[in-house]
């Protein structure tokens, strides 16, 4: 009996899902990364809801191990609030699995760069005592402001290259053309 776990869309989307964690590792501007496309668009086109958070989540942490072991800044005291925004990038992922639409990964990769924004700020506030209270809270999503252009940029151009390349594999390749 053939399996069911490596059918073309399978592949297709985990050397996607691979390829642009790898991306993490080439220069480029802060925050402008490959890691909210990633979660978005495995909840999308992984058919298994297990596969659309492990197979993100297992490139997510190869590439910070990669990067805490090239450059030593993979891994720091707000990791977990990075993973908390990415798994329920997956759930967004998920939903608009329903009705997949240009508008509807617009709206969940506009989604996914503000909870990212609110999420990992929080984290850095509450990890690093950045400054006590609601004013360090409010300091600390202050301080994260510069970076937010680069994360909702780099969420919109990463989530064009996946869900796009999807789109273009569906109309050139006869295997794909009745995947969704």
Known sequence: MKSKLFTPQFIFVSSAVFIAALSRLLPHIDNFTPIAAMALFGGAYFS?????????????????????????????????????????????????????????????????????????????WAATGFQSGITGLNAAYVSGLPFFRATMLGDLFYNTVLFGSFYLAQSKIPAFAKMK
């Open 48 to 124: 298994d809801k297990k596969f659309a958070f492990v197979i993100p989540l297992l490139a997510m942490f190869i590439s910070d191990l990669a990067l805490q072991l090239m450059f030593g800044w993979g891994f720091h005291n707000t990791i977990i609030y990075v993973y908390t925004a990415f798994a329920l990038t997956t759930v967004i992922g998920l939903i608009i699995k329903r009705n997949l639409t240009i508008k509807s990964v617009v709206i969940g990769s506009l989604t996914s760069s503000v909870l990212f924004f609110i999420i990992t700020n929080f984290g850095y």
